[in-house]
């Protein structure tokens, strides 16, 4: 480890020693400033030290590295685990999840995580082709808005053959660890609730098949306890056709919209297939404004018109 050789090159996230004890550096607020935090304490134990005040010159930290005669027990693994990924996101990146994605992303699939970091209310519609990564997109949003503690529960909605992938993949991808919800499991995770307790009251983290939660009987008592955050997978199946299936679906994403404080993600390969009215419903979902030929175009008509080139004429021979 390359260790600077005087006190004006320490930079944020170098190791120094001060005061018997050792401090990770985390700014310089001023020059001869260093506001520094002790290595095992916490954001709030944080000072400032004025380096050519302290009595003892600040130094650089050094840790004998481990070798291989050092032998522990699994525990003291996985604390040094999970000191490594705390390590990591308390640097500087700009993502707080970055410790805790099982993949490495691609440049693109950033994308729509800097659009939902930008909004108050994530409500994205995620139209990627297939095979692209809609899931990755979707997780590690998931993934960084609960590390940012702006949710604590979740839910994702898909049809019924893709639950059990939705839940490998947010244990293998992203480290959380989701319960799946379908006709054939409701009954034996409600065993055991206490009375006035529901799935969704009492597991935070559920992957839900369409089919068993769009049930008239079913979809009031979930929109009362749904989480604040919901992610739709085909969310093109919800808003086409006028079969009874699609439409009670539709009526469930509409009951869930009308709270006005629910995070939304849809994500579909498909996201218009001719079907201008289908489209135009899938949009409304995101906000009511955009549902409805009228309301779209008094929106683009208030857009301001794209800009002119200034065309000049070729030089002379």
């Known amino acids: 480890m390359n260790v600077p050789s005087s006190t004006g090159q320490f930079q944020t996230g170098h190791l120094v020693k001060a005061r018997d004890r050792e401090w990770i550096v985390l700014d310089k607020p001023a020059e001869g400033l260093m506001r520094v935090r002790p290595l095992s304490g916490s954001e709030e134990d944080a000072i400032v030290i004025a380096t050519a005040l302290e009595r003892t010159p ?9 070798s291989s005669d050092q032998l522990d027990t699994q525990d003291a693994a996985r604390m040094l685990a999970d000191a490594l990924r705390l390590s990591l996101r308390r640097g500087a990146g700009p993502f ?6 099982g993949v490495e992303p ?9 659009m939902a970091m930008r909004l108050d209310l994530k409500r994205l519609l995620i139209a990627d082709d297939v095979g692209v990564g809609k899931t990755i997109e979707a997780g590690m949003i998931l993934r960084e808005m609960l590390d940012r503690s702006e949710i604590d529960r979740f839910t ?3 049809p019924p053959h893709l639950v059990g992938q939705w839940v490998s993949e947010l244990a293998e991808k992203f480290d959380i660890d989701a319960v799946a919800v379908t006709s054939g ?15 969704f009251a009492v597991h935070p983290f559920t992957v839900v098949s369409l089919d068993y ?13 749904c989480p604040e955050f919901v992610i739709v997978d085909e969310a093109h199946t ?5 079969a009874n299936g699609t439409h009670q679906r539709f009526a469930l994403l509409e009951t869930l919209t009308n709270n006005t404080g629910r995070h939304l993600l849809l994500l579909t390969a498909i996201p218009h297939s001719g079907n201008q009215d289908a489209y135009a419903r899938l949009l ?8 409805g030929g009228s309301a779209r175009r008094q929106r683009r008509r208030a857009l301001p018109p794209p800009p002119r080139p200034a065309f000049r004429s070729a030089p002379p021979p």
Not at 58 to 66: G, L
Not at 185 to 199: N, Q
Not at 218 to 223: T, V, Y
Not at 238 to 242: L, S
């Open 156 to 158: 994702i909605l898909c």
């Open 185 to 199: 499991r409701a009954r034996s995770l409600e065993r055991g609730l206490a009375p006035g307790d529901t799935i």
């Open 58 to 66: 600040v130094q650089p930290a050094t840790f004998d590295p481990p």
């Open 96 to 101: 707080r999840s970055a410790a805790r994605l």
């Open 284 to 291: 409304g979902l995101l906000h009511s404004d955009l549902n």
């Open 238 to 242: 919800c808003v086409g056709g006028n």
């Open 213 to 225: 939660i769009k049930a008239d009987s079913r979809r009031a008592s979930f929109a009362q306890t």
């Open 106 to 114: 691609r440049a693109y699939q950033l994308v729509p995580l800097l």
